[in-house]
């Protein structure tokens, strides 16, 4: 089945410091990959996504560039703030097949930046 | 443009009792997604309700049930609560086209938090 893999959490960074979350996954077919942000007390926002190999999201400063060969869709971020603290979740959807738009997550990676 | 919105916020009910959800979907969107969130766990999919009827559900039992709306708006039921029903539930919506396509981008909700004592 599918199922998506994040890096071991929490991340704890100072402003301005360079992010990276990890996140693999495992999927039939061609998936179409997302990232999503969870501030404390709310649902999720989707921060980026990508549909098909190569493909690079990108938003807010926030990039991910889906990679078919190593199955991955690592978060990166070049100046991280405060206000990002949060919990990252990487997801994937496949097309087709019974459960249309089903969303697989990750277990989430928490970040927390200090000043 | 109005976004997904959930109710209640907080729930609080006791083991056995019967709890219902609400979510009315972003306006235009025609399809609706509940998931399971577990503390400090990633969201897991219940079910997808698409023209009112269940189109997918994920690996949860007959007690969890839903229904849609003709103006796409969704519930979701669950019956006979056990304390590891705890959890953030959240609704979903995103557009299914009438073809093969699909649009991919799914707006959630804020949730309703339930605790079952």
């Known amino acids: 089945g599918n199922s998506v893999t994040q890096m071991e959490g929490p991340v704890t960074l100072s402003e301005e410091a360079f992010l990276t979350i990890n996140c ?8 179409s990959l997302f990232w999503y942000v969870q501030y404390p007390g ?17 938003n807010k400063g926030f990039e991910a560039t889906y990679r078919k060969e190593t199955t991955s869709f690592h978060l990166e971020k070049g100046s991280v703030q405060v206000s990002d603290s949060a919990v990252y979740f990487c997801a994937l959807r496949t097309a087709g097949g019974t459960s249309y738009g089903k969303l697989t997550f990750g277990q989430g990676t928490i970040l927390t930046v200090h000043p | 443009e109005t976004g997904v919105t959930q109710s209640p916020t907080h729930l609080i009910k006791t083991r056995g009792q019967q709890v219902t959800l609400r979510c ?5 969107h025609n399809t609706v997604s509940w998931y399971q969130q577990a503390l400090g766990q990633g969201p897991q999919f219940i079910f997808q309700y698409y023209r009112e009827e269940e189109n997918g559900r994920g690996n949860f ?12 708006s969704s519930e979701l039921n669950v019956n006979a609560l056990e304390l590891d029903d705890s959890a953030l539930y959240l609704c979903a919506s995103s557009i299914r086209l009438a073809g093969p396509g ?3 981008t799914q707006y959630f909700g804020p949730g309703t938090r339930l605790t079952v004592l």
């Open chain 1, 24 to 31: 693999t996954y495992t999927a039939t077919g061609y998936p």
């Open chain 2, 24 to 28: 009315s979907s972003q306006s235009g």
């Open chain 1, 42 to 58: 709310e649902g999720l926002q989707l921060l980026l996504k990508a549909t098909k190999a190569d493909d690079k999201g990108s």
């Open chain 2, 102 to 104: 699909w649009r991919d």
């Open chain 2, 61 to 72: 039992p007959p007690r969890f049930s839903g229904l849609q709306f003709p103006n796409y």
